[in-house]
C-alpha cells in the first residue's frame, strides 16, 4: 500500500476522482463497480467482487456465501471452520 495521502474535493452532486494512483494499484477501470463501507468513522471503498473471497481458504467462488456479517466462507472454508470447532469441543 502507498504511504502517499491524496486528497480530492467533492461537488455539489456529492461526486468526487479517485486518484490514478489508486485506480491503478487496485486495478479500477471505467465502468467498474465501486462498493461503499462505514467502518467506525471511516469511509471505506472497494473494487466490487462478485463472488467475495473466502475468509479462510480465500478462494473467489460463485458458491461462496456470507454466513455472518463481513465473514465470507467457502464450502471448503465452511468445512474447515467446523472441524476446528469440533476439535475445541464447541457443540451445535
Known amino acids: 500500500m502507498r ?7 467533492m461537488d455539489k452532486l456529492g461526486r468526487m ?3 490514478r494512483e489508486i485506480r491503478g494499484d487496485l486495478k479500477i ?3 467498474d463497480r465501486i462498493e461503499f463501507f462505514i467502518d467506525g468513522d471511516n469511509l471505506v471503498l472497494k473494487k ?3 463472488h467475495q473471497t473466502c475468509f479462510i481458504t480465500g478462494e473467489k467462488l460463485a458458491t461462496n456465501s456470507e454466513v455472518a456479517p463481513g465473514l ?10 467446523m472441524l476446528k470447532l469440533k476439535q475445541w ?4
Open 3 to 9: 504511504s502517499n495521502k491524496f486528497m480530492r474535493s
Open 17 to 19: 476522482v479517485i486518484p
Open 29 to 31: 477501470k471505467q465502468d
Open 48 to 50: 466490487y467482487s462478485p
Open 72 to 81: 465470507i466462507l467457502s464450502p471448503k472454508g465452511a468445512e474447515l471452520l
Open 89 to 92: 469441543n464447541i457443540r451445535f
